[in-house]
């Protein structure tokens, strides 16, 4: 009998299934382990964008939380779309007192779309409530930039960036680096408060990457729940995410990442 290490999404959902719970839920499976959720909003949305948002009562999500961590022993957890204040407070208070859950927080503020998926008044409690009793946060530039106040524009900057984000928040960043205008490499940044360690791909052009920062928050989960350090895990998805990428699959209009890219 195998023993899977169980791991935790608490995110929205995507009706295209690219991103969200469903893209958590692939990656999660695709890398060995027992995947579990707790559903914070349910969207109408696909590769074009999100044409609708359900917010879920707090009631519910607590009660999804309650259930899972009253039977699993989850080992890690990512969060992924929380939308709101009220909803980032529920899941603080109920996972503030499990600190041996490795906790990844992928601070989703806008969609690739341009769709918000996180009101103004939640950056406050995911600042002062949220991020600071994470194992790991992962914003991409758009999301460093709100939390830094100011914009990262160059690759030079990436270092320093999430330098200036751990000595805010004094938690590991990844910072990851593949919006940058004109980039040949996707390069991130993880700076744990000690080492700075870089890791790049080569940029894959023409290629859709709906889900992406999902389904590398969610690898970066599954290998933290395998044992792997943090650099090692980080490592592990990068290489995870650029092959779901190169091997993606044809789905429609256009392709959608490959999450199990061995098979």
Known sequence: MKNFPITLSIAGSDSGGGAGVQADLKTFSSLGTFGTTAFTCLTAQNPDGVTAIHEIPTSFIKAQLDAVL??????????????????????WEMLKSKPDIKLVVDPVMIATSGAKLLKDDAITALREKLIPISSLITPN????????????????????????????????????????????????ILFDGTSIYNFKKPFLKERNTHGTG????????????????????????????????EDSIQTGPTTHLNHFPDN
């Open 214 to 245: 999902c389904t590398f928050s969610s690898a970066i989960t599954a290998y933290l729940a395998h044992g792997l350090s943090l650099p090692e895990a980080v490592g592990h998805a990068k290489e995870y995410i650029h092959n779901a990428i």
């Open 70 to 91: 009253d039977y699993f022993p989850v080992s890690a957890c990512k969060t992924g779309m929380l939308f709101s204040e009220e909803i980032i407070d529920a899941v």
């Open 141 to 188: 530039l758009d999301e460093a930039a709100l939390l830094l106040g100011d914009t990262i524009a160059h690759h030079y900057e990436l270092e320093n960036s999430a330098k200036r984000l751990f000595d805010i928040f004094k938690v590991p960043v990844l910072l990851k680096g593949g919006h940058l205008p004109k980039a040949t490499e996707a390069i991130d």
